[in-house]
């Protein structure tokens, strides 16, 4: 295992110098930063002048991403255009959208497994054909739509919720919020789920457990269940950065200053080491979260080994 662990760490330095120079020639290339600092009018060929140099944009883009990994290892990620350090905008805007994850990430265990699991064991019944019609329906409607629709219901109609989110965003404030951000991907979940089970139903390790006479329980949950998660696992694994890089929208309608709305705001004013350096956090997050995902492997799959 640990060897496995090692070459993976190994194999994450390419990946992650590739993603990162990407993205970095990506925004360069998008605009002109200084055009979008002075706003309407145009600078004066010498302000754009001392804006290039204090910024580092009069050097070659070589150059310029050489310079911003020396700096992303020693903790700096730059300096945001209004004069504010990105690493300051990183510690307000991660921790909430870190919570928000983790709420959207509890409905696609909870709710999504769940109704999985249901829906597995009741192949063509109505229960499932009622769960299989309503995450369809989930996965059809635009997240903006139902962001909204949430939003008008019960935060204006019937006054449930408050319509926005406060500056502290607590778990309490983020249960609708993280309901809409995991909408999608619950509904599919739920089918990964209803699918892996309803295959591995069929197999003869289960009904090698049923004829010895193991209870129902114990057969779904320590052999059925433990088997069909892999795919479900894998999915839930790489959504977690998916979730924090794509809370724009959500963000955006209940007001909630996190990641999104960052990434947000820096592509709008084209603020280039606001975007290269939230999504150099979240590219490594990505990387993370497979790791993780490839080792849940072996604890759900005793046949899986690492050498």
Not at 149 to 165: A, R, T
Not at 193 to 220: C, F, H, M, Q, W
Not at 249 to 272: A, D, M
């Amino acid at each position: 295992m640990g060897r496995y662990v090692v070459r993976r760490l190994l194999q994450m330095i390419p990946v992650f110098i590739g993603a990162t120079l990407l993205i970095f020639l990506m925004v360069n290339v998008m605009g002109d930063p200084i055009a979008g600092l002075c706003g309407e009018r145009q600078c004066d060929p010498a302000t754009a002048a001392q804006l290039e140099k204090e910024f580092g944009l009069d050097k070659p883009v070589w150059q310029q991403y050489l310079t911003y990994m020396g700096n992303v290892f020693t903790g700096d990620f730059g300096t945001a255009f209004n004069g504010q350090e990105v690493t300051e905008l990183m510690s307000t805007a991660f921790p909430v959208t870190i919570r928000l994850t983790i709420v959207a990430i509890l409905f696609e265990i909870v709710i999504g497994i769940t109704l999985g699991v249901i829906t597995g064991l009741r192949r063509g019944h109505p229960v499932d054909t009622s769960v299989l019609m309503f995450t369809l329906v989930v996965i059809s409607v635009p997240t903006f739509v139902t962001g909204l629709l949430l939003q008008l219901l019960l935060g204006v109609e019937w006054g449930w919720i408050k319509p926005s989110v406060s500056t502290e965003a607590t778990f309490g404030e983020l249960i609708v919020p993280g309901l809409v951000l995991a909408s999608v991907s619950l509904a599919y979940v739920t089918r990964l789920t209803r699918t892996s089970i309803a295959e591995n139903k069929r197999s003869d390790y289960v009904r090698t457990a049923v004829a010895k006479g193991l209870p129902r329980r114990r057969v779904i949950t320590r052999h059925l269940l433990r088997n069909s998660l892999i795919p479900v696992v894998t999915f839930i694994g790489t959504d977690i950065g998916a979730l924090m890089g794509g809370a724009i929208v959500t963000e955006r309608i209940f007001n909630i200053h996190g990641v999104g709305y960052q990434l947000y705001q820096g592509i709008l004013r084209q603020n280039t080491q606001t975007v290269v350096g939230f999504v150099t956090v979240l590219v490594l997050v990505f990387l993370v979260a497979n790791l993780i995902v490839d080792l849940l492997y072996a604890v759900l799959d005793p046949r899986i080994r690492y050498a």
